[in-house]
């Protein structure tokens, strides 16, 4: 399973940005998809969850700017961000939960490559 994660820019404070992430390869079915950050010298952090169901979680830090979304048919999950801020820099990653056969037990976790994104002040 690979996962392959675009849209990372140089946007203004303000300003806004879409990530995309697609999900290709041996894949039956994909439990849920996220977007983690990882800042430069910090840990990195979950940003946003979105579960097949349609449970949506938010770090407390993008609440009311980004938005999570995904198109199950086609294994994609995006992120809006909006009124962006320099804080929000950070190299962004996608992470999907796939099953690649319909009785495997737990899920495996793959993640994206990355896409970084800067918020100039």
């Known amino acids: 399973v690979q996962l392959q994660a675009s849209g990372g820019g140089l946007v203004q404070g303000g300003g806004s940005l879409t990530l995309s992430c697609a999900a290709s390869?041996?894949?039956?079915?994909?439990?849920?998809m996220a977007w983690y950050r990882q800042a430069p010298g910090k840990e990195r952090e979950s940003v946003a969850f979105?579960?097949?169901?349609?449970?949506?979680t938010y770090a407390d830090s993008v609440k009311g700017r980004f938005t999570i979304s995904r198109d199950n048919t086609k294994n994609t999950v995006h992120l809006q961000m909006n009124n962006l801020k320099p804080e929000d820099t950070a190299v962004y990653y996608c992470?999907?939960?796939?099953?690649?056969?319909?009785?495997?037990?737990?899920?495996?976790?793959?993640w994206g490559q990355g896409t970084l994104v800067t918020v100039s002040s």
């Open positions: 979105k579960d097949t169901g349609g449970t949506t």
């Open positions: 390869g041996n894949i039956f079915r994909i439990d849920a």
């Open positions: 992470n999907a939960l796939v099953r690649s056969t319909p009785t495997m037990g737990f899920p495996r976790a793959y």
